[in-house]
C-alpha cells in the first residue's frame, strides 16, 4: 500500500484504504477498543477504518481544529499536549498501541496531538463513528470506561505532582511507560524505549531537567535500571524494586 506522507510541520492525511483487511490480525485488537465488539460487529467497524501512518515530529490534530476524526493506535507512540500562558507547551498526556485518539461529541478539539516515532493510527470518520455507537452499545460503554480511566489517570498525576517525591516521579514514570509498552526479557528484566527527552520528562513531572538526571544517575548507580545507547532506550534490570520505589510503604 502507497502513502502519501506530509512534512513533519503539518497535519497528518487520510489514506484511501479500509482497514478490514488489517483486522483479524491486529496487534491491537485485545487492547484497543475494538477489542470489546464481536467478530461480526466488527465488520460494521473495520469498513469505516482507514490506515494513516503519521512520520515522527508530524501533527495528527492541532488544538482548535474541527474534531472530525477519531483513531486507535496501531503501532507507535503519540504526545498529548496544551500550550501554557506564557507559550510553552507542556505534554499532558502519552498515548501508546491501543490507545483512542480524539473526543467525543466535541466539535472542535481541546489539545495538539503529536506523533514521537512513527505511528501507525486505524482512522474513523467522526460522524460515522459517533452514529455506530447508537447501534453498538458494548462499543459505547467500553468508551466510557477508557473515558473515566483517563480522569483516573489525571487524578494520579495530580497526586504525583503535588505529594510524590523527585524519586517517586521518576521511577513512576518509567514503571507506567514500561507497563504500557515495555518488554521482558529472558533474564526477567524489562526494555522499555522512553518517548520523550530529559527535558520533556522533566516538564511532564513538574521537575527540573537537573533532577531529572539526577534521579535518573541514582537509578543506575543503584542498579535498577540502565541504558544500552544514549538516553532513551532504557533496561530495568530491578522491576520490583523499581515497583517498590513508586508505591513505597
Same mark, same amino acid.
Given at each position: ?6 512534512p ?22 485485545e ?25 515522527a ?8 481544529d474541527?474534531?472530525s476524526?477519531f ?29 483512542f485518539?480524539g ?8 489539545l ?5 516515532v512513527?505511528?501507525?493510527?486505524c482512522?474513523?470518520s ?11 452499545p ?8 477508557r473515558?473515566?480511566a483517563?480522569?483516573?489517570d ?13 524519586? #517517586?516521579? /521518576? ?6 511507560v514500561?507497563?504500557? %509498552?515495555?518488554? &521482558?526479557? =529472558? $533474564? @526477567? ?9 530529559r527535558?520533556?520528562m ?7 531537567? #537537573?533532577? /531529572?538526571s539526577?534521579q ?6 543503584? %542498579?535498577?535500571? &540502565?541504558? =544500552? $545507547? @544514549? ?11 523499581l515497583e ?5 510503604i
Amino acid at each position: 500500500m502507497s502513502l502519501d506522507v506530509l512534512p513533519a510541520a503539518r497535519a497528518a492525511t487520510w489514506t484511501a484504504a479500509p482497514s478490514q483487511n488489517r483486522c483479524a490480525a491486529c496487534p491491537v485488537r485485545e487492547s484497543a477498543l475494538c477489542g470489546s465488539m464481536s467478530d461480526q460487529e466488527l465488520g460494521a467497524l473495520s469498513t469505516l477504518g482507514r490506515r494513516r501512518i503519521i512520520r515522527a515530529g508530524q501533527v495528527v490534530s492541532w488544538v482548535g481544529d474541527q474534531a472530525s476524526a477519531f483513531a486507535n493506535v496501531v503501532r507507535g507512540t503519540l504526545k498529548v499536549t496544551a500550550m501554557t500562558v506564557d507559550g510553552r507547551e507542556q505534554i499532558v498526556g502519552l498515548l501508546f498501541p491501543g490507545d483512542f485518539v480524539g473526543q467525543l461529541f466535541s466539535d472542535k478539539t481541546d489539545l495538539t496531538v503529536t506523533a514521537i516515532v512513527d505511528t501507525d493510527l486505524c482512522s474513523y470518520s467522526r460522524v460515522a463513528f459517533e452514529a455506530l455507537l447508537d447501534d453498538h452499545p458494548r462499543l459505547e460503554r467500553a468508551l466510557l470506561k477508557r473515558v473515566l480511566a483517563s480522569l483516573n489517570d489525571a487524578q494520579d498525576r495530580m497526586l504525583t505532582l503535588g505529594r510524590k517525591t523527585a524519586q #517517586e516521579r /521518576v521511577a513512576g514514570f518509567i514503571h507506567s511507560v514500561a507497563k504500557r %509498552s515495555g518488554s &521482558t526479557q =529472558a $533474564d @526477567g528484566s524489562v526494555h522499555v524505549a522512553i518517548p520523550i527527552s530529559r527535558r520533556e520528562m522533566a516538564d511532564y513531572l513538574g521537575l527540573t531537567i #537537573e533532577t /531529572v538526571s539526577r534521579q535518573v544517575t541514582a537509578l543506575r548507580a543503584a %542498579s535498577v535500571i &540502565t541504558f =544500552a $545507547d @544514549g538516553k532513551r532506550d532504557c533496561r530495568i534490570l530491578d522491576p520490583e524494586r523499581l515497583e517498590d520505589m513508586v508505591n513505597p510503604i
